[in-house]
């Protein structure tokens, strides 16, 4: 049974930082891109950043870029991403996926074949 187990989200004030973290079981995780994604209510679900089975590749959506950073770890079958200069448009559930494509395809197209209940975050003074 695919599992994912996320963690690290809440109330930040703008300008703060998070990270996130991502337990995965169920399945072969490294042969698996991994991504986090995010939807916030009343908006679409956007792909925020994934990161290659091994690592190798990653992609970042415009609106985090710069700011976020995607990191895996293959022997604990966990995925981070670090949130820095969080802004109130960061608002929103975060969620890890899984999917056996590239990273451009799973971000931008949001082809995943797994995914995560999510955790939030919340960006408030």
């Known amino acids: 049974q695919v599992q994912f187990v996320e963690s690290g989200g809440g109330l930040v004030q703008p300008g703060g930082s998070l990270r996130l973290s991502c337990v995965a079981s169920?399945?072969?995780?490294?042969?698996?891109?991994i991504g986090w994604f995010r939807q916030a209510p009343g908006k679409e679900r956007e792909g925020l950043s994934c990161i290659s089975s091994r690592g190798l590749n990653t992609y970042y959506a415009d609106s985090v870029r710069g700011r976020f950073t995607i990191s895996r770890d293959n022997d604990k079958k966990t995925v981070y991403l670090q949130m820095n200069s969080l802004k109130p448009e960061d608002t929103a559930l975060y969620y890890c996926?899984?999917?056996?494509?590239?990273?451009?395809?799973?971000?931008?197209?949001?082809?995943?074949?797994?995914r995560g209940k999510g955790t939030l975050v919340t960006v408030s003074s």
């Open positions: 996926a899984a999917a056996l494509t590239t990273v451009q395809a799973m971000c931008v197209s949001s082809d995943i074949d797994y």
């Open positions: 169920g399945f072969t995780f490294d042969d698996y891109a």
